[in-house]
């Protein structure tokens, strides 16, 4: 008959911790088909996840195997805790605050308490301790023997190890519910069935390859699904009420922060792009919009797991900015600015932003005493707003007629050719904007001779040339190409 060694394990937890910290402890497994006997197998005690915050007080190792496959060797390697280790032989003789150890026919049991009871901080990740063992040959599984309590606050997990070959991966099924730990649910792969515990994990022991799983608990919809194993790893289920069903919203991210400025209005919350809520069965009003654009009302009937995305709302709307101003008076507020069937007033800021789908639209502007300006504009920008800015010269002011000014070769490649009929407004002073407004040329015309402009150093695009002598101004478009 077989032999078993036991080594007790318990964690003491600090009293400040909440009850809803998890924390899951792993044992390592070794491939025992590298092994040879006399060779040393390596046992680590690792923290695989905590709750952020979380210390330790003190440790008990528990742990149960067969010892006609490998016996301890009175060792240990990378202690974490801060302590030195002693092998005291029979008793626990070390002092208290260091690993102490006990012996006696039923197990060996490790100790170590922290005696400042402040506790030590773990994290995720982290090797608590390291048993050594002589291999003798053969296979044994490493398993726990903890009672709850000894956890104190914490929801635990433990996950066994072995010494086997091939070694079987740890493998947790994280079950909730609306984000809730789910207890007591019901979790099958393959044969096996395995009860989630209080934080909501079940633990199988899987090799790699594909396997299927159904989980369920009464008043919960069971979910079935199949999981490839490659490795440790942890399986997240979410099991929802009857007839309860996650709804997302979805646009397209073109832009590089992942940010499009979508939003959807469903049940009392605010989703983005991407996010989940979970609703019954029914029909549900929802409005959505594009950043500060238009909303747009509707309804959607929920009957299964639904997506919702811009087309099916019939969006795909831009947001464009006009920036209206004069030379003269700066921001112009009040002015109209009409495309299609749309028309929007500029706010004190001379802005009036519209909402329209990518593409090439025809535009007026107008306001009493600036006189009407109508052009085209194209652009098609997702990730931002689109801002023209529209230079609109006030009347009365002895505005020049159009036509006096003849500017060629337009648009054209950087080299421009200004002629103007004379009446009796000379000199002109003759400016140049960018597309934000800069003055990137300036010069005047003492009489008519013809005047070249050399903006061949400037990139391709939309220019604003100005004439104006005293109070008399016009403006024109000029196109590099």
């Known amino acids: 008959m077989k032999k078993y060694l036991l080594i007790t394990i318990a964690v ?94 039923d197990g060996i049991i490790f100790t170590w308490i922290d005696p400042t009871f402040n506790g030590f901080p773990i994290s995720s990740g982290e090797t608590l301790l390291e048993l050594v063992f002589t291999y003798q040959g053969g296979e044994t599984p490493l398993s726990w023997d903890l009672q709850q309590s000894s956890l104190g606050l914490y929801n635990h997990t433990l996950i066994n190890g072995c010494v086997c070959s091939p070694v079987a991966n740890p493998v947790i099924f994280h079950v909730t519910s609306l984000s809730t730990n789910l207890e007591n649910a019901i979790v099958v792969v393959e ?32 979910h079935t699904g199949s999981v490839n194993i490659t490795g440790m790893q942890t399986i997240e289920i ?81 947001h464009v900015v006009f920036h209206v101003n004069s030379s003269q008076a700066g921001n112009i507020e009040g002015a109209m600015i009409e495309i299609d069937n749309y028309s929007l007033i500029t706010d004190i800021q001379g802005e009036a932003g519209f909402c329209l789908p990518g593409g090439e639209y025809t535009y007026t502007i107008s306001k009493e005493g600036y006189g009407t300006l109508t052009d085209m504009f194209s652009y098609d920008s997702y990730c931002q707003d689109t801002t023209l800015n529209i230079l609109l010269n006030p009347l009365g002011i002895g505005d020049f007629q159009h036509n006096r000014f003849v500017i060629s070769p337009n648009p054209g490649s950087g080299k421009f050719l200004v002629s103007h009929i004379p009446d009796g407004s000379l ?24 005047i070249e402009i050399d903006l061949s150093n400037q990139p391709k695009g939309m220019y604003f040339i100005q004439f104006q002598s005293g109070q008399k101004i016009s403006s024109k478009k000029l196109i590099i190409q």
């Open 427 to 450: 000199p002109v002073e003759i400016r140049v904007f960018d597309f934000t407004l800069k003055i990137i040329y300036s010069g005047f015309s003492e009489k008519s001779d013809d």
């Open 191 to 222: 044969n096996d069935s395995v009860f989630t515990n209080l934080s909501g994990n079940a633990v199988f022991y899987l090799l790699d390859g594909e396997y299927d799983y159904a989980v369920s608990k009464i008043g919960y919809e069971t």
């Open 12 to 105: 003491v937890l600090s009293s400040l911790l909440h009850a809803q910290n998890d924390i899951t402890v792993r044992l390592g497994s070794t491939d025992a088909s590298t092994l040879i006997p006399g060779d040393n197998v390596f046992i680590p005690i690792i923290v695989d996840t905590v709750s952020p915050g979380s210390y330790i007080t003190g440790i008990q190792v528990d742990l149960v195997f067969d010892t006609t496959v490998m016996n301890w060797n009175g060792s240990n390697s990378n202690p974490s805790l801060g302590f030195s280790y002693v092998h005291p032989g029979f008793g626990p003789v070390t002092p208290f605050g260091n690993w102490m150890i006990a012996e006696n026919i």
């Open 238 to 318: 979410d099991l929802l009420p009857p007839g309860t069903f996650p709804v997302s919203f979805n646009c397209d991210v073109s832009c590089d922060n992942g940010f499009n400025g979508w939003n959807f209005i469903i049940a009392g919350d605010t989703l983005t792009s991407g996010q989940t809520i979970h609703l019954t069965t029914g029909d549900w009003a929802y409005s959505s919009s594009w950043l500060d654009c238009f909303p747009v009302y509707g309804n959607i009937s929920v009957t299964a797991p639904l997506t919702i995305d811009c087309g099916f709302i019939g969006y795909n709307e831009p």
